[in-house]
């Protein structure tokens, strides 16, 4: 018999299984951690920054330090990067992965966003060689489209720095408008 409509009744309650708390288990969120096991693969991101002035030097638009032997054996990672070129003038920008520069071209001479796609991975068995793929957008047009023709042959058993450069005539600017590095599992 049910009592009213609360379902205070002894027929509801009389026969129902005991309810318990859930239990959560601790996660681990440290994202650097050196061959760590999670999840979530975002290792750097950087948000929009102010136009930069132009100096007729390479100048860092965005970089990041992976940490030591966070890229294991045919494991990799993936960088993504967003700039506005702000005046009608080619822009000179530069993929630099450790010591080597994987690409270096020029944009159109016109005020476009500019986006690229850089991938790389370790060989089988290897944390010194890598294979890689990289291509840069301007607006509709692809600027670079390497498919791996530069040798990289960096150790992630070490640190090693990642960056994106851009070199522009003095009082032209440009501006960074997103960075990513995100692990290859």
């Not at 330090?65 to 054996?73: F, L, V």
């Not at 992965?97 to 991938?119: E, H, K, R």
């Amino acid at each position: 018999m049910i009592s009213d409509e609360t379902g205070s009744g002894s027929l509801v309650f009389g026969t129902s299984p005991s309810l318990t708390t859930p239990t959560i288990d601790t996660i681990n969120w440290q994202l650097t951690q050196a061959a760590s096991s999670n999840i979530v693969t975002l290792l750097n991101s950087q948000d929009a920054l102010t136009a930069v002035t132009g100096n007729s030097t390479d100048q860092t638009l965005y970089t990041y330090t992976i940490p030591a032997n966070t890229i294991q054996a045919r494991k990799g990672f993936h960088i993504k990067f967003g700039l506005l070129n702000n005046n009608a003038v080619g822009l000179l920008i530069k993929i630099t992965i450790g010591a080597t520069t994987l690409y270096s071209t020029t944009s159109a001479a016109s005020a476009n966003n500019i986006q690229g796609d850089v991938y790389v991975t370790n060989k089988a068995g290897v944390q010194n060689a890598q294979n890689n793929i990289s291509m840069i957008f301007d607006a509709g047009t692809i600027l670079a489209n390497n498919t791996g023709s530069t040798a990289l042959a960096e150790n992630f058993a070490n640190a090693v720095t990642v960056k994106v450069t851009v070199n522009v005539a003095a009082s032209n600017t440009y501006t960074p408008k997103f960075w990513m590095v995100d692990l290859i599992q």
